[in-house]
């Protein structure tokens, strides 16, 4: 009996909510896949979905040639990215706000793609979710996010550069730290989870971290803070996540020129409030953006490598409304609702605070 050949498919494939440094590893990956492999289409969509809502839709072709260049190395999305524009409560120019998500399935649909594979936090996917279910298309999702606070996985993409990036921020601070009998506090992203700010800071050899999953008085940092100082060490490095709420239990934010706000500024307050407590000299580095630029480290390389080929094979089979995951050190799926039940926190009760306590480093909460 003669083999019938099953037809192409079309692919979509677009970056959604804020960059982060592997983005380009996991399109690499999935473009080599799906064309490698299955001989189908690959349609990179700009600006996430807003290049299906913008007439004509914004879109390239993505051919082999971009496996043979240098994007595995290079940070950003050449896709683009945006972490505004929800399309089902989109901001209109006179400031309301309007449902455009028909004019989003309408361009999946003129692009007459097979599925979508979706590389974004849990906002993306509550969204891309959403579109799915009403527009009635494939969705594969791809975990990213430097916050790592996506559910059902170890690992989103951006974590570990940025993890790498903060640790060597408290590499370069340390020397400068000790050569001027400095407390140096460091100001990490995060957003609402303190992942970074706790494994850079154990990584970093922090004496003191702070993160929103924990609650701390200044009274215990100054504490902890004079008695390192008490034990002949003229310097200390203190952590603290951006989430982390002031003295009035208010998370601190900064507005931007542009319009908006992001979380930002508790480094400062606690820098102020440290040096009239006990004294020392302090100073404030908030390391923002630089977190999330730049080459990804080795780890993000392979893991987004992992997730491109598992979603493109998702696909392959047919298993939508999933997401790649990184658990037991290897790529597994779950159900996309999984995911994005429960944003993933620190806990208090897990073994990384138990090995910071183990060193000696304060949580402000004792
Ligand atoms: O979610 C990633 C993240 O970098 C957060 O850690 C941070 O709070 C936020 O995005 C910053 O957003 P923006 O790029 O809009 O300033």
């Known amino acids: 009996m003669a083999s019938q050949a099953r037809p192409a498919k079309t692919i979509g494939i677009l970056t959604s909510g804020g960059d982060c440094s592997g983005l380009n590893a996991a399109i690499r990956a999935v473009v080599c896949r799906a064309i490698e492999c299955h001989g189908w289409r690959v349609l990179g969509i700009r600006q996430g979905t807003m290049g299906?809502?913008?007439?004509?839709?914004?879109?390239?072709?993505?051919?082999?040639?971009?496996?043979?260049?240098?994007?595995?190395?290079?940070?950003?999305?050449?896709?683009?990215?945006?972490?505004?524009?929800?399309?089902?409560?989109?901001?209109?120019?006179?400031?309301?706000?309007?449902?455009?998500?028909?004019?989003?399935?309408?361009?999946?649909?003129?692009?007459?793609l097979d599925a979508l594979i979706g590389i974004g936090g849990d906002g993306s996917f509550a969204i891309l979710r959403r579109l799915a279910s009403e527009g009635g298309f494939n969705l594969v999702g791809i975990p990213k996010t430097i916050d790592n606070d996506v559910g059902a996985t170890e690992n989103s993409i951006g974590f570990q550069s940025a993890v790498a990036v903060a640790t060597e921020a408290l590499d370069r601070l340390q020397p400068t730290a000790a050569s001027h009998d400095r407390v140096m506090i460091l100001e990490l992203m995060g957003r609402d989870a303190g992942?970074?700010?706790?494994?850079?800071?154990?990584?970093?050899?922090?004496?003191?971290?702070?993160?929103?999953?924990?609650?701390?008085?200044?009274?215990?940092?100054?504490?902890?803070?004079?008695?390192?100082?008490?034990?002949?060490r003229n310097f200390a490095l203190v952590v603290v996540a951006e989430a982390v709420k002031d003295t009035l239990g208010q998370q601190v934010q900064r507005r931007h020129g542009g319009g908006g706000a992001t979380l930002g500024g508790i480094g400062q307050l606690l820098g102020e409030e440290l040096a009239r407590r006990t004294g020392a000299e302090t100073r404030v580095t908030v390391l923002g953006h630089v977190q999330r630029g730049g080459e990804p480290n080795a780890t993000d390389r392979l893991i987004a490598s992992a997730f491109g080929v598992h979603a493109v094979d998702l696909v392959a089979a047919g298993r939508f409304d999933r997401m790649v995951a990184w658990q037991n050190r290897r790529v597994v799926d779950v159900p996309l609702a999984d995911a994005i039940a429960e944003p993933q926190r620190v806990d208090p009760a897990g073994a990384l605070v138990h090995t910071a306590r183990g060193l000696n480093i304060s949580f402000g909460d004792a």
């Open 52 to 112: 299906l809502m913008r007439r004509p839709v914004e879109f390239e072709e993505l051919g082999l040639r971009i496996v043979t260049t240098n994007i595995l190395r290079m940070g950003g999305t050449i896709l683009g990215t945006t972490n505004k524009g929800d399309p089902f409560a989109f901001p209109m120019p006179d400031g309301s706000l309007r449902d455009r998500s028909a004019e989003v399935i309408a361009g999946y649909r003129e692009l007459g």
């Open 195 to 232: 992942h970074i700010a706790l494994t850079a800071g154990i990584a970093g050899g922090a004496d003191v971290i702070l993160v929103p999953e924990i609650a701390y008085t200044l009274e215990n940092v100054a504490r902890h803070i004079e008695k390192v100082r008490e034990r002949g």
